[in-house]
Structure formats: structure tokens, C-alpha cells
């Protein structure tokens, strides 16, 4: 069957290329998703150790309708019972694109009858649900998906401490992607938040999944099979360097060695209160300074932040020789700020609805 891997828009190259990294066949990329063909142990594998995936969606059925009762027909005629346990509470969503089908309401609700009739309860509103059904009916071909994974796969698990204006570890990791890390090197987040960038790091540099730390919707599929998935569990390996974070608040610092600890990574990864103005490299052998600063649209006015970037691009020209550097920010002006010698700028991507981008330089 088709898998489809949602991402931010922009960042589906990079999810592509992960895949293939990591054995798995892709068929097509759009923007905003990869599509893998596997059989349910890929679906499982997929969700536990695609970093830059946000969901993953089996596409368990695909046909043509041009009307509203053959969409109804269709949909009492699938098993379900196949894919899924009987009276279980299902939620359906629903979007019409370019078809003769193209009222989404409607056809949410042919699909929630068919589903009752087969005996299983349909929820009402945004309480938490057994399963997601997307139907999706693009130029009258309708494809019903099931989101495998429940949760965002950005929840890894692990961060009960969040920091103001958070980036989603899906899209870190793939950033770390661009940046070329691989975890065969020191990694630097001089303003770490609550320790996205350097936990994520870390996890890469031991080679631990993704989803190692919580359950997925799938364990509760009629043919899911605990020996293979646990088979498919990567152990634990060592890493060359260690991980380091900073900011000049406290309160972030400590989360970020709470999420550390909780994510199993505390050995490698190092975190202290400091300063823009104050940092310096924190080991000797080189690696990649990472970081994603406040941006005008993210934590209000942008005029101030220019002397931040600056003071920030002056500090790593003379303390970072040797480092590479990345800065995600939504503005050009602020990134030239910093004089940084930057190399083309990478895909615009999708961050919470403002546009970001990587800029990033050679080593210095």
C-alpha cells in the first residue's frame, strides 16, 4: 500500500531522503509530503524512526466517485472491520479538491453512515478518539487513510518542559539534516530554549529512534505484531562527541536538562546559563553552531532584534574560527545583520504559519 508522510511544506526533500537513508522505497514527493510503498512493518518502522515525519498515514483503499452515493457505496462495502477493531470510536475528516464530489461535509458525513452502519461509533466535536479517518477525494479519485501514529510525531515522548516559542523536533531534525549533521561532531545551540537542537543532536549522535519512548496508534491494530516491531528497535550505540546548550535564562536551562535526562541523552549533552555577549566554544574539536533566534512575527517587534543578530554574528567571527554556523530565521535583513558569510539560502518552509528558512556558512 501507499504510506504518506506529512512534513512542513519545504522540508519534504530532506523527509525524502531520510527514508532512503533509511531503507525505506519512496514513490513520490510533494510538497508538504513522501510517499513510501511498504506493507504494516513499514508503516510501524516508519513511525518509529522517520525523525522528520509529523504523521504517518496508511492509505488503506483508493477508488473513483463521481456522486455522493457511490462515495456511501464504497465506503459500506470496504472491510473495515479489517483494518479496524470493531465498535471502535472513529473520527473522520474530509476534503474535496477538484472533483465532482466537492461539498466535504457531505462527504464526511456518507462515510461516518457507512462506518455506523458497520458498528462503529462516530465522535462528535474534539475529544481524543480510538482512530482518524481522512478522506481525501482529489479529481474524483477518493483515497481513505488511516493516521497510524495518534499523536503528533514531534511528541517524542520525552519534553513535559517546553520553552516559549518552540521548534517541533520533526522540523529540527531535518534542519540538522540540511546543516549536514550526522552526529560525527560537536553540535552548539547557544540559544537552546528548552534543548530542541541539542537533544535531538544527541539522539542522532547515539543513533536512538525517534519514537523509542511512546506508543503509537498502530499497537492497537488487529495485525499488529509486538515481536516484529520490537525486533525493529535499534540498539544503543556510542557517540564520538558530546552536545552543548546555553541560554541566558535559567528557567530554560533547567528544562533542558530535564529533558535531557528524561530522554536518556543527559551523558552527552551539557548545558549552562549564558549570555550572547559571553559565549565561546564550548570543546575544542570543531562542529556546527546551531541556533533559532527570536524572529519579529514569532515574539513580536523586529526592530530590536537587530542589534541581538549583529552582537551574535560579531561574537561566532571571533570565538567560533573553524565552526560551521546556522541560524533559522524568517527575515534576510535579520540574518545579513549578523555578517555572517552565508551560503545560498536554503527552501522557504512552513514554521506555524510564518515562512523560515536555514542560513548557513562554510566553516569560519
Same mark, same amino acid.
Given at each position: ?69 457511490? /462515495? ?11 483494518? @479496524? *477493531? +470493531? ?5 473522520? &475528516? %474530509? ?112 543513533? /536512538? ?11 492497537? @491494530? *488487529? +495485525? ?5 516491531? &520490537? %525486533? ?125 528558512? @536555514? ?6
Amino acid at each position: 500500500m501507499d504510506i504518506f508522510l506529512i512534513t512542513a511544506p519545504g522540508l519534504q526533500d530532506l523527509l525524502a531522503t531520510e527514508a532512503r537513508e533509511k531503507g525505506f522505497k519512496v514513490t513520490s514527493v510533494i510538497a508538504g509530503g513522501v510517499t513510501l510503498r511498504g506493507e504494516w512493518p513499514e508503516v510501524w518502522r516508519a513511525n518509529l524512526q522517520l525523525r522528520g515525519a509529523n504523521r504517518v498515514l496508511a492509505r488503506i483503499t483508493e477508488f473513483r466517485a463521481l456522486y455522493l452515493s457511490q /462515495l456511501e457505496l464504497n465506503a459500506k462495502e470496504f472491510d473495515w472491520a479489517e483494518i @479496524l *477493531p +470493531h465498535g471502535s470510536e472513529i473520527k473522520v &475528516e %474530509a476534503t474535496c479538491h477538484k472533483s465532482k464530489i466537492y461539498h466535504a461535509g457531505a462527504a464526511k458525513e456518507r462515510v461516518e453512515t457507512a462506518l455506523s452502519l458497520s458498528g462503529y461509533i462516530i465522535a462528535s466535536g474534539e475529544i481524543e478518539v480510538d482512530y482518524n479517518i481522512r478522506v481525501r477525494i482529489d479529481r474524483d479519485i477518493v483515497t481513505f487513510s488511516l493516521d497510524t501514529s495518534g499523536e503528533a510525531l514531534h511528541k517524542r515522548g520525552y519534553k513535559e518542559a517546553v520553552n516559549k516559542a518552540p521548534m517541533r523536533e520533526t522540523m529540527a531534525s531535518l534542519f540538522l539534516r540540511e546543516a549536514g549533521f550526522t552526529g560525527k561532531e560537536p553540535l552548539y545551540d547557544p540559544m537552546c530554549g528548552s534543548g530542541t537542537f541539542p537533544i535531538e543532536a544527541a539522539e542522532i549522535a547515539l543513533r /536512538l529512534d525517534c519514537g523509542r519512548a511512546r506508543p503509537f496508534t498502530f499497537q492497537s @491494530l *488487529p +495485525h499488529f505484531d509486538p515481536d516484529t516491531y &520490537e %525486533a525493529m528497535r535499534s540498539p544503543l550505540r556510542d557517540a564520538a562527541f558530546n552536545v552543548y546548550g546555553s541560554d541566558r535564562d535559567a528557567g530554560a536551562i533547567a528544562m533542558s536538562q530535564a529533558n535531557a535526562e528524561r530522554a536518556g541523552v543527559s551523558d552527552i549533552s551539557e548545558f549552562s546559563v549564558k549570555p550572547i555577549s559571553e559565549i565561546t566554544t564550548p570543546c575544542e574539536d570543531k562542529g556546527l553552531v546551531i541556533a533559532n533566534p527570536p524572529y519579529g512575527g514569532r515574539i513580536g517587534n523586529k526592530k530590536p532584534l537587530f542589534g541581538l543578530y549583529a552582537s551574535f554574528g560579531e561574537r561566532l567571527l571571533a570565538e567560533f574560527k573553524g565552526w560551521r554556523v546556522g541560524i533559522i530565521t524568517t527575515e534576510p535583513s535579520l540574518a545579513k545583520a549578523t555578517k555572517l558569510p552565508f551560503k545560498p539560502v536554503g527552501p522557504v518552509v512552513d514554521h506555524g504559519g510564518m515562512k523560515v528558512r @536555514l542560513y548557513q556558512t562554510a566553516p569560519l
